[in-house]
T-cell receptor, first 111, second 115 residues
Framework: QKEVEQDPGPLSVPEGAIVSLNCTYSNSAFQYFMWYRQYSRKGPELLMYTYSSGNKEDGRFTAQVDKSSKYISLFIRDSQPSDSATYLCAMSASNTGKLIFGQGTTLQVKP | GEEVAQTPKHLVRGEGQKAKLYCAPIKGHSYVFWYQQVLKNEFKFLISFQNENVFDETGMPKERFSAKCLPNSPCSLEIQATKLEDSAVYFC?????????????FGSGTRLTVV
C-alpha cells in the first residue's frame, strides 16, 4: 500500500465548475501538506501549502487538511481551461523537506 | 536567477553508459533536492543537499547513483552503467532554509532515455 493515495482520474469538468481533488494517506506523522500543479513536460509548480489541520484559501483555490481522517483536499472554484493539468498532493513528516507525492490527478476543464 | 536551471533537457544513453545531469539552484537557496519521476507521475525522492553537504540520502540507490553539490558549480547527479529502468524524468528543486517544509521550486527536469 502506498503512503499517499490519489485517484489518477482523468477528471473532466465544464468551465466554471467547482473541482474537488483529494488524497488520503496512512502515515500519521505527516505534518506539512502541499499541492502542486504540473503541466505537460514541465516541473511541478507549488500551488498551496498548509501545516497540520485546517483550511487555507488563495484566490480560487482552497486547501483543506483533516488529520483525524488522514485526508486532504484541494478545491478549485470557477475552473478555467488553463487549469487543465495534473495536480499532485505532497506531504512531509520531517524537517528534512523530503516529500512523499501522490500519483497525481489529471484534470481537464472543457470550454 | 529566479528559476532552477536543469541541463540537459534531454539525454539519451545506451545501456551501460554513464549519464550526468546538472542543476543550478536559485541564487540564495541553500537546499537542493533531486527527485525521479517514472511512469509519468510516480515521484521518488532521491537525495537532498544543504549547501555542499548531503542532507538526506535515504532515497538514493546504493549502487550506480551519486550526487554532488560543490561551491560555485552546478549540482550534479550521475548514474554509472545506466539500465533501462533508469529511464525517467529527473527533477531538481531548491529552497531557502526558512521555507524548507513549505514546498520548493522545481526545475523543468531532465528526461533520461536509456536504450
Amino acid at each position: 500500500q502506498k503512503e499517499v493515495e490519489q485517484d489518477p482520474g482523468p477528471l473532466s469538468v465544464p468551465e466554471g465548475a467547482i473541482v474537488s481533488l483529494n488524497c488520503t494517506y496512512s502515515n500519521s506523522a505527516f505534518q506539512y501538506f502541499m499541492w502542486y500543479r504540473q503541466y505537460s513536460r514541465k516541473g511541478p509548480e507549488l500551488l498551496m501549502y498548509t501545516y497540520s489541520s485546517g483550511n487555507k484559501e488563495d484566490g480560487r483555490f482552497t486547501a483543506q487538511v483533516d488529520k483525524s481522517s488522514k485526508y486532504i483536499s484541494l478545491f478549485i472554484r470557477d475552473s478555467q481551461p488553463s487549469d487543465s493539468a495534473t495536480y499532485l498532493c505532497a506531504m512531509s513528516a520531517s524537517n528534512t523537506g523530503k516529500l512523499i507525492f501522490g500519483q497525481g490527478t489529471t484534470l481537464q476543464v472543457k470550454p | 536567477g529566479e528559476e532552477v536551471a536543469q541541463t540537459p533537457k534531454h539525454l539519451v544513453r545506451g545501456e551501460g553508459q554513464k549519464a550526468k545531469l546538472y542543476c543550478a539552484p536559485i541564487k540564495g537557496h541553500s537546499y537542493v533536492f533531486w527527485y525521479q519521476q517514472v511512469l509519468k507521475n510516480e515521484f521518488k525522492f532521491l537525495i537532498s543537499f544543504q549547501n555542499e553537504n548531503v542532507f538526506d540520502e535515504t532515497g538514493m540507490p546504493k549502487e550506480r547513483f551519486s550526487a554532488k553539490c560543490l561551491p560555485n558549480s552546478p549540482c550534479s547527479l550521475e548514474i554509472q552503467a545506466t539500465k533501462l529502468e533508469d529511464s525517467a524524468v529527473y527533477f531538481c528543486a531548491s529552497s531557502q532554509e526558512t521555507v524548507i517544509n513549505y514546498g520548493y521550486t522545481f526545475g523543468s527536469g531532465t528526461r533520461l532515455t536509456v536504450v
